[in-house]
């Protein structure tokens, strides 16, 4: 059974850091992208940033560019994202997903598995 869990979500201030984690487990992800996404109350799940299990390449929504890193540890088989000059309007429930890489990239409907999310709340 795959499960992804996410950790690390909390209450900061703005210009603050947060720091959350996905662990996965249930499967091989070798062959697989891990996205994170979030929404925000009454706004509908968008992307945030995705790295490939294998090679490392990432991706980032232009919203967070510059200031969130996304990382894994092979060996821990768990996914970072590390929030950096975080904004009030980087508030929102933060999802944790895994799809195949051949398919996968931007749109939460080619991710397979999901979190069950962890909530971040940024006060100004």
């Known amino acids: 059974q795959v499960q992804l869990v996410e950790s690390g979500g909390g209450l900061v201030q703005a210009g603050g850091s947060l720091r959350l984690s996905c662990a996965a487990s249930?499967?091989?992800?070798?062959?697989?992208?891990m996205g994170w996404f979030r929404q925000a109350p009454g706004k509908e799940r968008e992307f945030v940033t995705s790295?490939?299990?294998?090679?490392?390449?990432?991706y980032y929504a232009d919203s967070v560019k510059g200031r969130f890193t996304i990382s894994r540890d092979y060996a821990k088989s768990t996914v970072y994202l590390q929030m950096n000059a975080m904004r009030p309007e980087d508030t929102a429930v933060y999802y944790c997903?895994?799809?195949?890489?051949?398919?996968?990239?931007?749109?939460?409907?080619?991710?397979?598995?999901w979190g069950q999310g962890t909530q971040v709340t940024v006060s100004s």
């Open positions: 997903a895994a799809g195949l890489a051949t398919i996968a990239h931007t749109n939460s409907h080619d991710y397979d598995y």
């Open positions: 790295i490939r299990w294998s090679g490392g390449s990432t």
């Open positions: 249930g499967r091989t992800f070798t062959s697989y992208i």
